[in-house]
């Protein structure tokens, strides 16, 4: 990942960190009646990521799948925190986890230096993780449904070189090493793309 995207820490909000990149809308004009299961919003967030991950993904790719756990505790729960996220990968794969100890990802908010980032990191095929309740999970968190997921997780696609993350229910983040590589992604979805950071990305791909 280091040469490919060179200097980018992996922290969101990954979009403002790199050059190349599309920030996704993917929950459209919520509002607080529609926090409940199986609504149109939900269903709405749902179908976008999924849709998302599934065009920048392909079954038989390698990929790279992050986990980072924040440790508040001094590493007492930080295990027990990982069972959050076992039933998304292959019993047999966990065992293939690479895990690193690093400072709080955010150390502006850390001044004593007390906090840490347990980073998960496992090597597979997209059909080896069961990626679909997972990003309903990671959609679930800000919205009080379950089950939801508050670890950080990004998709690294080793074949494409892109950077996916979906932060919440608001949106998702991919990255790329250059335009060519994420084209197709941003006319077919062009649609999805947040208003906000639209005229920048147009600028990327144009």
């Not at 790199?18 to 609504?39: A, M």
């Not at 749902?46 to 990929?63: Q, V």
């Not at 997780?153 to 950077?163: A, L």
């Not at 649609?191 to 600028?203: G, N, S, T, V």
Request: glycine share 4%; with cysteine.
């Amino acid at each position: 990942m280091h040469k490919t995207f060179p200097h980018l820490e992996l922290r969101p909000p990954l979009f403002y960190s790199w050059d190349i990149g599309i920030r996704f809308e993917l929950g459209v004009e919520w509002k607080r009646e529609y926090d409940y299961p199986n609504t149109p919003y939900v269903l709405g967030c749902y179908k976008r990521a999924i849709t998302l991950c599934e065009a920048i993904h392909s079954p038989t790719e390698d990929i790279l799948v992050v986990i980072d756990v924040n440790d508040f505790n001094k590493g007492k729960n930080f295990r027990q925190q990982l069972k959050n996220y076992s039933p998304y990968v292959k019993r047999s794969l966990l065992f293939k986890l690479k895990h690193q100890v690093l400072p709080y990802i955010f150390p502006e908010d850390d001044e004593e230096g007390k906090y840490k980032t347990h980073r998960f990191t496992l090597k597979c095929k997209t059909s080896d993780f069961k990626y679909v309740p997972l990003l309903k999970a990671i959609c679930n968190q800000d919205l009080g449904l379950k089950p939801s997921i508050f670890h950080r997780v990004y998709f690294i696609n080793i074949n494409r070189k892109t950077i996916f993350h979906v932060y919440d229910d608001r949106g998702c983040d991919l990255l790329a090493p250059s335009p060519d590589s994420i084209r197709d992604i941003y006319k077919k979805y062009n649609a999805w793309i947040l208003d906000y950071d639209k005229p920048e990305i147009d600028q990327v791909f144009n």
